[in-house]
């Protein structure tokens, strides 16, 4: 079993940036496509970003492309997502995910953190 702790989220303006920290624990890190997903009020979650352990296979949504970066750190067993540039629609609580299958669903993953919350004002 896969626990995930995600952090770093909070409040900005417009055009700032935060960085997501996700740790993981009780699995093999190597093993898992890392991904984040955010879910804005009223709407279902979405993809945001995968990456596989070597980096080699990475993938964002396009309403992100360009300002988001994910990175991940296998020896500290932690996924990190970069925002840059942000605007209010990328207000949500964003969730970490961990799964042995590439994907851009929710069906994909098999572990979730408990999410933390991005407020961008305008």
């Known amino acids: 079993q896969v626990q995930l702790v995600e952090s770093g989220g909070g409040t900005v303006q417009a055009g700032g940036s935060l960085r997501l920290s996700c740790a993981a624990s009780?699995?093999?890190?190597?093993?898992?496509?890392m991904g984040w997903f955010r879910q804005a009020p009223g709407k279902e979650r979405e993809f945001v970003a995968v990456r596989g352990w070597n980096g080699v296979i990475t993938n964002y949504v396009d309403s992100v492309k360009g300002r988001f970066t994910i990175s991940r750190d296998n020896a500290k067993n932690t996924v990190y997502l970069q925002m840059n540039s942000l605007n209010p629609e990328d207000t949500a609580v964003y969730f970490c995910t961990a799964g042995e299958r590439y994907g851009l669903s929710m069906g994909a993953y098999d572990f979730w953190g408990q999410g933390t919350q991005v407020t961008v004002s305008s």
């Open positions: 009780g699995g093999t890190f190597r093993r898992y496509y």
